[in-house]
Every structure is written in C-alpha cells, then in structure tokens.
C-alpha cells in the first residue's frame, strides 16, 4: 500500500521522509494551499533519487502552513509520473474551486478503463468529479465527506486525503492513525519505529545486567558512559 502523512512541515524529518521511500518507492507527490493565492499548490514525479524528494520537500516546506506528502506503490496503472498523487478533482479556473484527492489502499471502486492508469485516476475523474463539478459546496458537506467514504469503503479499507480552496482544509477520508503531531494514512511505519525502539530497549536491558552481573556500579565509573552512550541511541531511534 502507499502512505500518506499529512501535518506541519516542522513535524517531518529527512528520516521520516527516507523511510516513507525506501517502503513505497513508485511515486512522490505533495500538496498544499498557498494562503496568499488561495490555491492548491502540487508537485508529483517518480524518482529513483531521494535527494531530488528532500529537495522539493526543503523547497515546499518554506511555504505550507501545514502540507501532505504522498508516497506510492504500484497496485493498478503504469509506475511513472502521471499515477503520483495528487490527482486533480476540480480546478479553479474552470470549476470555481481546486479540489486534490490523494489515496491509500490496494482498490478504490472505480472502473479500470485502461491498464495506464491507476484506479484512484478514474475515482477522480469519473466518480468524484462529475458530482462536485457541478455543487463543489458539497465539500463543506459533513453527510457529502461520509458518503464518500461509505463509496471509498465498499471494496477494501480505504484512506483519502482532501484539500479544496473553498474549506481551506484537509479532510480525511477512512481511518488515520497520530503519531508525533502527524497523521498517517497507515501505521506501516509507525509500527517499524515501535519495534526498533522496543529492540533497542531490550538491548539496553540486557546490556545493564551483563554489566551489574561483572561489576559493581558504584565502583565501575566506565559503565555509566556506557548506560549513556545505550541511552543516546535509543533517543536517535526515537526521532521518527
């Protein structure tokens, strides 16, 4: 499945987005409203370098308030550029509002038309447009968002992530997981993180009573640098 994380650019770390990467290496994407213009501001490409991602993160972060990053695996259409996320629902100047839709999950109940692209490019184009093309106040809506999500849900868990210049927010879509002033759209690397800090842990416990078992502390000054220097890697771990 792909990730979404969703939050203030203070709260993302270069670890954090390396991670997010290496897991779902088929696509990068962004968003997010640009008070100034009151438009929705996107970048999306496939890449095979992480540098070229921190970049236009570094770049993008400077001007969000609060923004959403998009991680992708290929599940159905081609693995290039087109398939990132977000994919446009609405755009201002045609439809009187931006509207960007981004997705988690292995199928969105929409028909495949062509094996190019994916099956949230056809939820967006062919289900979601054609409704909100012609009321776009719907997504002010709190019975709209929960019929979407009832449509998003028919086939499998699904998460979706909505930005509109008419709300000026985020909406979510399914079920997020916090973590850390961040919103995932799946806990796949939040769980990673849980595990190696709980390693860590076990490790540093283990190490404490190898060490109680050889020496006595109060006569030992070597093994409170070592009990530190445990401490320290732990709290790297913990960044994320």
């Not at 495949?112 to 719907?138: A, E, H, W």
């Not at 939040?190 to 190898?210: A, D």
């Amino acid at each position: 499945m792909c990730l979404i994380i969703q939050g203030k650019p203070k709260h993302f770390s270069k670890e954090i987005i390396k991670k997010a990467f290496n897991g779902n290496p088929h696509g990068f994407g962004l968003m997010y409203l640009c008070k100034d213009t009151n438009r929705v501001i996107t970048k999306k490409f496939f890449t095979k370098k992480i540098n070229k991602i921190l970049k236009t993160c570094k770049e993008h972060f400077k001007k969000a308030d609060e923004i959403a990053l998009h991680f992708r695996i290929t599940t159905n259409g081609n693995t290039n550029n087109k398939n990132c996320h977000p994919f446009q629902v609405l755009n201002n100047d045609n439809d009187r509002a931006d509207l960007f839709l981004m997705h988690n999950s292995p199928r969105l109940p929409s028909p495949l038309l062509s094996n190019d692209m994916s099956d949230t490019y056809y939820f967006s184009k062919i289900i979601l447009r054609p409704i909100v093309k012609s009321f776009y106040k719907l997504l002010d809506n709190e019975k709209f968002i929960s019929c979407i999500e009832t449509i998003a849900q028919s086939e499998t868990d699904s998460r979706i992530l909505l930005l509109d210049n008419f709300t000026k927010s985020f909406q979510f879509v399914g079920d997020w997981k916090e973590h850390k002033n961040l919103k995932y759209s799946n806990s796949s690397l939040i769980q990673k993180t849980i595990i190696i800090i709980m390693v860590m842990v076990i490790l540093l416990i283990v190490e404490i009573i190898n060490q109680f078992q050889k020496y006595q502390f109060n006569k030992n000054p070597f093994m409170i640098v070592s009990f530190g220097t445990s401490i320290i890697r732990i709290q790297q771990h913990q960044k994320i």
